[in-house]
């Protein structure tokens, strides 16, 4: 065409119209809730050294208070966390960049964050020792990220293999919250560090985990669904930390209890695939 520059012509798709360039907005936003997953991991961690400061100070009482606001920020980075992915399907502005970044982030949040949290609350009664347990925690939960990006879209999506990390963060920090003066007693600093290595493993393990991420956000939701999040939200502002200390140990606990009730009771291989690929009668 006159008047057309060669990278124009070739812009042109096959059926002679020309493209429209992406949004960079739109790109803009699932990024921006990204950032802001990170900005209060960040604030977990500084929060959660604020409360060792204190706790070395002599003043458990604000030491317990700050490692409650540390458990806050960290839900509220999995907030985040839960709606930079759901707002970019919504908007079909999803990008590799936006994956990667993603998984980034949430090394910083879910794995660097929660594994200073338990040491500055707990497992600092161990010394060295207690590091390194916190550290095999952070270690697990980045090698956990790392499978998930190279299997992602290769196993069913109704499924995770092995514990997401932020349900591994959100159970430790549902603990915390729920006892948050810093920790004294040497045998209940054995329990928390037991408890972050079964987590730790937990995540690495090839154990299934019922997956809540939303695939179809436009797909009608059914009514019972719909009262059940409502009932559960009802109970999240009733009782915040008793639900978040259960609710985290029964996910964790869930995985494990699937597996070994699938292998008492095996079920036929076309009762594993999704309702979509079973063949009809």
């Keep these: 065409m006159r008047g057309m520059s060669e990278a124009e012509n070739e812009s042109i798709n096959d059926t002679g119209e020309v493209p429209r360039p992406r949004r960079r907005g739109v790109l803009a936003i699932p990024t921006l809730l990204t950032i802001m997953n990170v900005l209060f991991g960040f604030i977990t961690i500084l929060l959660a050294l604020r409360a060792s400061e204190a706790n070395v100070m002599g003043d458990p009482l604000r030491a317990g208070r700050l490692f409650q606001l540390a458990c806050w920020a960290l839900i509220v980075s999995a907030i985040f966390d839960t709606f930079d992915g759901l707002v970019a399907r919504l908007m079909k502005a999803t990008t590799e960049f936006g994956k990667e970044y993603d998984s980034l982030a949430d090394v910083v949040t879910f794995g660097v964050a929660p594994a200073v949290l338990v040491y500055a609350w707990a497992l600092h009664v161990f010394g060295r020792l207690g590091a390194g347990i916190a550290f095999v925690f952070l270690v697990a939960g ?68 019922r997956s809540q991420k939303f695939k179809n956000v436009q797909k009608p939701v059914p009514v019972q669904i719909f009262l059940f999040v409502v009932l559960m939200i009802a109970l999240f502002l009733k009782w915040p930390a008793e639900f978040m200390l259960v609710f985290g140990l029964f996910y964790v606990s869930s995985g494990p209890v699937v597996k070994l009730w699938n292998l008492a009771f095996p079920r036929s291989p076309e009762a594993e695939l999704p309702a979509e690929t079973k063949l009809p009668g």
């Design 142 to 209: 980045s090698l956990r990220l790392a499978r998930f990006n190279v299997i992602s879209g290769k196993t069913d999506h109704r499924y995770f293999v092995g514990l997401p990390i932020p349900a591994g963060a959100l159970t430790i920090s549902s603990i915390i919250n729920y006892a948050p003066q810093p920790v004294t007693d040497k045998r209940f600093a054995l329990i928390m560090m037991v408890v972050t290595i079964l987590i730790a493993f937990a995540m690495v393990s090839t154990v299934r985990y």
